[in-house]
């Protein structure tokens, strides 16, 4: 039996090779400051505005228990604090600290340097592709059939 003929490069398969490539990357480059991308990722977030832990999972795309775990670290290194909330006193906030303020500074200068190292390997118009990125990860009107969670077993 032969396969079927690919009519259309697999994107899909490219998109996720690079994604992977430029994780460790940028995990590497992140280890200099003794960071990995959730934490710096979550300290930016929360350097932006007062933000729930809630609201950080959602923006830095973590589930429930590793954003709990996240958290935890970044409080354990005095990088960032649970507080309560300026203005609901029922929310807890996620507060960067001084100490983590500097570290997320010095984190975002190696970020920004590794995606421009990714992009200066690129040839032809890099602000278009990164643009096209961005319409790939937007998610669409109608995301077509979801997948079906299943319960875990107990």
């Given amino acids: 039996m032969a396969a079927p003929e690919r009519t259309v490069r697999d994107i899909t398969g490219l998109l996720n090779m690079a994604g992977h490539v430029l994780s460790n990357r940028l995990a590497v480059a992140l280890a200099d400051v003794d960071l990995t991308p959730r934490m710096q990722c979550v300290l930016v977030h929360a350097l ?4 729930t832990q809630i609201q950080l999972a959602a923006l830095a795309d973590l589930d429930k228990t590793t954003m709990v775990s ?3 670290e970044l409080e354990k290194r005095g990088l960032a604090e649970r507080r309560q909330s300026a203005t609901d006193r029922r929310a807890r906030i996620i507060a960067v600290t001084e100490k983590g303020r500097l570290v997320a500074e010095e984190g975002q200068r190696i970020v920004d340097r590794v995606h421009a190292e990714a992009l200066d390997a690129l040839t ?3 602000a278009a592709f990164v643009e096209a990125l961005g319409v790939l990860a937007e998610t669409p009107k109608d995301p077509g059939p979801q997948q079906v969670r299943r319960a875990r077993g107990r």
Avoid: L, Q
């Fill in 48 to 51: 932006e505005a007062e933000r």
């Fill in 124 to 126: 032809g118009d890099r």
């Fill in 70 to 72: 996240t958290v935890d």
